[in-house]
C-alpha cells in the first residue's frame, strides 16, 4: 500500500498569501494518477486537481498542482477567504487507492 | 447536472445493519463505476474499495472485507452500501463518489451512520 503523507499538519496564512501544501509518497506514484480535493466543514470533498496537475472544471487559476514520482505539491497563489479549509491528495494508480490524512489551512 | 444524492442520517443500534443508498443522475450509471470512501468523526477520508457498475463485482480495501457489501441496481441508477453487525466505530460519514478514471470528480453529500446504545 502507498502511504501519503501531506505537510505541514496545519498552515496558518493570511488572504492574500500564497500556500504550498506537500504530498510525499512511500513509493513512485504516477503523475497520471494524483489528485487534490478541497474539504469544507459538513462539505463532501471537492476535486481541485487530477493527474498532479491539471485543473477539475470550474476550479480558479489560483490553484495550481505539480510534481512527480513521490513528491507532489499544491499551490494557492493568493489566497481568498473561501480557500481555508482542509486539502487531502489521492493516488489512485495503484490499489488500494489512498488518501493523504490532510493538511488543514486556517486563517492566521 | 450529474449529481449522487445519498440517503439521509442513520441512528443504530450496534448489531443492527444499515443499508445506504447513492441515486445517480445527469449521466449514464454503468458508464462509471462507483467508490464508496469512509470519514469518522474528525479523521481524513479512507477508501473502502469500489463497485464495477457494468458487471456489479465489487472490490473491498482491506478493513472492509466481511461485514460490507456493495451493491446495485442499475434499473434506478443506484449503488447501496450495506453495513451488518454494526460497532460503535463503524460511525460514520459515507462517501459515494465516481470514478473518473483518475481521481474521483462527483461526490455524494455523504451519510451520517452513527451507531450508539
Known amino acids: 500500500e502507498i502511504v501519503l503523507t501531506q505537510s505541514p499538519g496545519t498552515l496558518s496564512l493570511s488572504p492574500g498569501e500564497r500556500a504550498t501544501l506537500s504530498c510525499r509518497a512511500s513509493q513512485s506514484v504516477s503523475s497520471s494518477y494524483l489528485a487534490w480535493y478541497q474539504q469544507k466543514p459538513g462539505q463532501a470533498p471537492r476535486l481541485l486537481i487530477y493527474g498532479a496537475s491539471s485543473r477539475a472544471t470550474g476550479i480558479p487559476d489560483r490553484f495550481s498542482g505539480s510534481g512527480s514520482g513521490t513528491d507532489f505539491t499544491l499551490t494557492i497563489s493568493r489566497l481568498e477567504p473561501e480557500d481555508f479549509a482542509v486539502y487531502y491528495c489521492q493516488q489512485y494508480g495503484s490499489s488500494p487507492d489512498t488518501f493523504g490524512q490532510g493538511t488543514r489551512l486556517e486563517i492566521k | 447536472q450529474v449529481q449522487l444524492v445519498q440517503s439521509g442520517s442513520e441512528l443504530k443500534k450496534p448489531g443492527a445493519s444499515v443499508k445506504v443508498s447513492c441515486k445517480a443522475s445527469g449521466y449514464t450509471f454503468t458508464s462509471y463505476a462507483m467508490n464508496w470512501v469512509r470519514q469518522a468523526p474528525g479523521q481524513g477520508l479512507e477508501w473502502m474499495g469500489w463497485i464495477n457498475t457494468n458487471t456489479g463485482n465489487p472490490t473491498y480495501a482491506q478493513g472492509f472485507t466481511g461485514r460490507f457489501v456493495f451493491s446495485l441496481d442499475t434499473s434506478v441508477s443506484t449503488a447501496y452500501l450495506q453495513i451488518s453487525s454494526l460497532k460503535a466505530e463503524d460511525t460514520a460519514v459515507y462517501y459515494c463518489?465516481?470514478?473518473?478514471?483518475?481521481?474521483?470528480?462527483?461526490w455524494g453529500k455523504g451519510t451520517t451512520v452513527t451507531v450508539s446504545s
Open positions: 463518489a465516481r470514478d473518473g478514471g483518475s481521481s474521483f470528480p462527483v
